[in-house]
């Protein structure tokens, strides 16, 4: 580190004395002036670019031995940080090299390259020191100074500094009054309309420079913009931010039933509501909607009624509650009740919202209810189906059992289940398999199955006195009956694995091999549970419309506008603007950036930075970057590329072409 240091030092005293001669020459005329200010001045100046020149020598200083010494190999930043064991060694091999290449006269010739030696400045200096010489030369005579003096004091008022005001007209529905005030930070509500106007248009024009990079000219007209989103604004080098407050939708709030479904007592009399809605200017309108279901199973009725809600002293909220009668709402024991509020706002493009749909239920009495049980006899004995999963874990159950021997466990002794009750249990697993895939079968349009007892016997009742079905047996069928089913292809394939693995499944259980059926079962399992989660598809069932055929084109061997039908490889998605890529890359360094920089920075700020804080912060540092600060150039660069979302990954090989002679001085040269 000590060795850096001193290298560093010697490229600042090689600055110091390659720009000291500009400070001396600048400083002679203010003495022979006999300037007090004029002194100050180029004094305050040569401070100022003294440090100016410090932080560039310091930012750049190993780049420019990079650059003019090729046998530090572009390694100079090892000079400054060298942790691992590898790097030191690296960094004394390159001291070495240092000592032995780096003269005063090379890094005199180094600071030559890269300093420059300030002759504009020294150009300003002497023309303000000769324009101040000329100004205290006495006059040729007195009266026609005496004359201009009353001229002079005229123009004074002309050449006075503009004065800038910020008006702000907010729309007529917010019932927020209009402001104007001197520059500063403020807050307004969306859509307002902002105006920068001059109280002495006579001084000149003014520019105001907004984050987005609109640029707004104030001047004999009031320079206007509509407030869409917050940004700040630059006025002779302040900035002053303007936080926009979009308007917001209605707020309902529902605090009485506290549940989304409310089951009353039985003797109730009285249901409460109570509801709130808020916005941030004017509640315009706000109805209860009320729904009254009666009946049960396909002989329900529904009566529909809406209520506005009142409104109060305060016109951006309604609060309203009633304990209702039973009887004022029409309910009677078994009905329910649905209700929802919805509230809109006054804004230009009004807000409406809709609250979630409330039930109160009213039980009917137990008497009705045994007496409405009693009355309807059981026809069907209704069907019991297991589940998959239940298949699965009756299997693994039996498989476990049949492992077990003649074991103790404390007082009891557990025997080993005999060939009997294993293939009991096998053949009542392979009936529930079989049940659940006819079940499933259904959807495909299979009406036989296998060991069920809808299944036809092959002779189809020959011989023992039952008709005999003709068409089935000698019929010619048109279509299939998977395809009279309303399912795409896609679940009719994840339909037939699933018959498929239980089939497997169903066969070796009936061979009483419950561990050969397991790997079967939960195949079907995966199946079943992929067709739960998949999306419905509606198909429109409709035939083929071709397109008319041009009978002028036709025959005549015109390819214009046809498709071809081959497809070729596509390109890796490409998520990022290759100017977006130029500007990151030309951001790395200190070099120029490319042309209409600008607007690629604040396109991609404004579609990929949604939170005001953080835009405002990125479009400050394309602000920044713009008036040449070369430190704000990392702090971009972060913005930007921390807007990218999601990177490409590219994994495509890079084609190259090797000729045999390559291939030869390759083989060569190894």
């Known amino acids: 580190m000590s060795a850096g240091v001193d290298i560093f030092a010697r ?6 004395l390659r720009r000291g001669g500009l400070w001396l020459a600048g400083a002679v005329p203010w003495l022979l002036l006999r300037s007090g200010p004029g002194l100050l001045a180029w004094s305050a100046f040569c401070a100022w670019d003294g440090l100016r020149l410090q932080r560039q020598v310091a930012h750049g200083w190993t780049a420019w031995l990079d650059g003019a010494v090729p046998e530090l190999e572009d390694s100079a930043v090892l000079l400054l940080h060298a942790e691992s064991p590898l790097a030191q060694l690296q960094r004394q091999r390159l001291l070495s090299r240092v000592k032995a ?18 002759l504009p400045w020294l150009a300003g200096s002497l023309a303000l020191a000769a324009l101040a010489w000329g100004a205290v030369l006495p006059p040729h005579g007195g009266q026609p100074a005496a004359a201009a003096l009353p001229a002079l004091q005229k123009a004074r008022p002309a050449a006075a500094a503009p004065e800038l005001l910020v008006k702000l007209a907010p729309p007529r529905y917010t019932g927020v009054e209009a402001s104007s005030s001197a520059p500063r930070d403020v807050q307004a509500p969306e859509q307002t309309v902002v105006e920068w106007c001059l109280k002495n248009p006579a001084a000149g ?3 105001i420079e907004l984050s987005d990079g609109q640029l707004l000219h104030a001047g004999a007209q009031c320079a206007r913009w509509t407030a869409t989103e917050s940004i700040f604004w630059r006025w002779r080098g302040a900035r002053y931010t303007l936080k926009v407050l979009p308007d917001a939708a209605p707020e309902i709030v529902v605090t009485q039933p506290n549940e989304i479904i409310k089951e009353l007592a039985r003797d109730a009399t009285q249901a409460a509501m109570a509801i709130s809605v808020r916005d941030d200017y004017q509640v315009k309108q706000a109805t209860l909607h009320l729904t009254l279901a009666r009946g049960s199973g396909e002989n329900i009725r529904f009566s529909d009624r809406e209520m506005p809600i009142p409104a109060g002293h305060d016109p951006r909220r309604r609060d309203w509650s009633k304990n209702w009668a039973v009887s004022e709402l029409g309910m009677e024991p078994g009905d329910e009740l649905y209700f929802f509020v919805r509230a809109t706002d006054n804004a230009a493009k009004a807000h409406t919202v809709q609250s979630p749909t409330y039930t109160l239920r009213l039980p009917a009495p137990p ?17 019991s189906l297991r589940s998959q999963r239940q298949i699965i874990i009756d299997t693994e159950q039996l498989i476990a059992d049949m492992r077990v021997g003649d074991v103790r466990v404390g007082d009891m002794r557990v025997k080993k289940m005999d060939a009997a009750t294993v ?8 009936t529930d398999q079989a049940a659940l895939r006819r079940r499933y079968g259904q959807f495909l349009g299979e009406e036989s199955t296998l060991f069920g007892k809808d299944d036809h016997d092959d002779d189809h009742g020959a011989g023992n006195g039952k008709p005999q079905d003709v068409l089935h047996e000698f019929g010619h ?35 009483i091999s419950p561990k050969t059926a397991l790997p079967p079962e939960h195949k079907a399992l995966e199946a079943i549970k992929e067709l739960q989660q998949s999306e419905r598809i509606y198909l429109h069932k409709t035939a083929f419309a071709p397109p008319p055929i041009k009978e ?22 490409d998520g990022i603007p290759a100017e977006l890529r130029a500007l990151v890359q030309a951001l790395a360094g200190d070099g120029p950036l490319p042309a209409l920089w600008t607007r690629t920075a604040h396109d991609w700020v ?17 602000q920044d970057v713009a008036d040449g600060c070369l430190p704000c150039r990392p702090v971009l660069r972060a913005w930007l590329r921390g807007a990218v979302h999601e990177a490409p990954v590219l994994l495509q090989a890079t084609p190259k072409v090797e000729t045999p002679f390559e291939r030869a001085a390759r083989g060569g040269l190894q």
Not at 101 to 118: D, K, N, Y
Not at 372 to 377: D, E, F, I, R, Y
Not at 480 to 509: G, H, I, P, Y
């Open 11 to 16: 490229l600042w005293r090689a600055a110091l």
């Open 101 to 118: 290449s780096l003269t005063g006269a090379r890094v005199r010739a180094i600071v030559r390259e890269r300093v420059r030696l300030g």
């Open 205 to 207: 024009a003014e520019t």
């Open 367 to 383: 008497a009705a209810e045994d007496e409405q049980v009693s009355a309807l006899p059981v026809m069907v004995k209704p069907e």
């Open 423 to 430: 293939r009991e249990r096998s053949e009542s697993i392979a």
């Open 477 to 511: 069928a048109h279509d299939q009956a998977e395809n009279a089913t309303l399912f795409d292809d896609a679940t009719k394939k994840v339909l037939r694995r699933a018959l498929s693995a239980m089939w497997d499944a169903e066969k070796a259980l009936r061979a």
């Open 552 to 573: 002028d084109k036709r025959m005549t061997g015109d390819m214009a506008g046809a498709a071809s039908n081959r497809r070729e490889q596509s390109a890796a998605p």
């Open 606 to 622: 404004r579609e990929r930075i949604a939170a005001d804080e953080q835009r405002l912060a990125a479009q400050r540092a394309i």
